[in-house]
């Protein structure tokens, strides 16, 4: 890329001015800065170090903005980061107090000293839990954590004192001196560089505790903003998104206990397989997590490879009485595995295990009661249609796409999520 296109992408894209700071470009000694300033006296410091009169005060006071890179690409890269950043954690709590502190640092080689700035630290207030917590902006995580720990650890001893910030307010319950001391710090970075892990067991050894905001947290904050995401168990979310229903979009976790833990937790939506819950039992989850969307099966499969969906193909030669047939034998050939298994299966149920709902004392009678009928409405809803031997379907060359992409099929997922909309 050329100077002029580079030069270019700045004017388009980088403000001239952010706040009374002026942006300011130069390049010394073979190295780029952009910087935003309030006048010009430091940008020429990589010459001979900072003039002999400055101090780390002045210039934390000038300098609001500074990235240096190997060419003027990497300045304006970085320096779009982190003004992106920096607007990033305003719009993320546009509803709280936020504090901005200037951090800079002094380098010294014994001759020149020279001043950097390296991250950006706010405080953020919440109100409403009389809570508070540290935004902190690097574009260098990795590196700028063993200099991000004393200064936010320098800023809760001064809170500490309860000297260092003087707030009142109308409200007689609003009581800065009650706020409990930060103990979380959010961290925005685009790239953590796969260091996630050692940046977390960094702060955790010392006291604190890490929200990692990146790139992909981002993309998927702005999807929510626009489509209703929905969590579900491993690669449903695949199968899902084929059936391409307007403003929704399945993402993928792990498994049903991580699924509940996002509804518990988080709040968000989901949707988890049926499995061994009975109905009775979705009936009062669903009272107490508006949000938790339970396939009326076992799992997806049960959809997929349902009589109904298969006979909206017209497949040449399917009898669909015949096929239920055949799944009844199937059923009934591991019906005795089944009954004997579910119990220890439902124990790792944390919907249940953790009394977030009142309990069906009968729940074990019912489920068997509905396994042994041979009533395909029934016991269907129960049986595992990913444990079906397809032998029957073999010949008709049967595709997931093929299936999941019926009107029957579309029309029973629409109803699940619409359930309590």
Known sequence: MSTEEINNLIEEH???????????IGVFNGLSTIMYSKDGSFLGKYLSGNSKNATLGYYNKTVLFEVIGRDLKEAYLKIKEKIELNKK???????????????????????????IKLFEVYL????NSDSQFFCVVSINPLSDAKQILPVINDLKNKIKEKNFIKLSGDDENFDYSNFDLPRIVHLYSYDFKQSKEEIRKFFTKHGWKVKLKDKY?????????????????????????YVEIPKILFS???NSVSIFQ???????????DKD?????????LRHVFPKYYILDYYCIENYLYHPDNIEELKLKGFNKHEYIENIITNKNKCLFEIISNFKSIRKGYKELTENHIKEVKNANTILIKELQSNDFDVFYKHFDMKSYNK????????TEMKLVKTDWFKNRIIKIINKGC
């Open 14 to 24: 980088l403000p001239v001015e952010i706040d009374g700071y002026t942006r300011r």
């Open 89 to 115: 954690v305003k719009k993320d709590f546009p509803k709280n107090m936020i504090f901005d502190f200037k951090s800079s640092f002094k380098l010294t080689d014994g001759k020149n000293e020279l001043f």
């Open 124 to 127: 953020v207030l919440d109100t």
């Open 217 to 241: 947290i981002f993309e998927k904050e702005e999807l929510a903003n626009q489509e209703k995401i929905i969590l579900c168990e491993g690669r449903n979310y695949k199968i899902l998104n």
């Open 252 to 254: 993928e976790e792990h």
């Open 262 to 272: 996002n509804v518990k937790t988080r709040k968000r939506y989901c949707l988890r």
């Open 276 to 284: 061994y819950l009975i109905d009775e039992e979705i009936k009062r």
């Open 391 to 398: 032998e029957f379907l073999e010949r008709f060359n049967l």
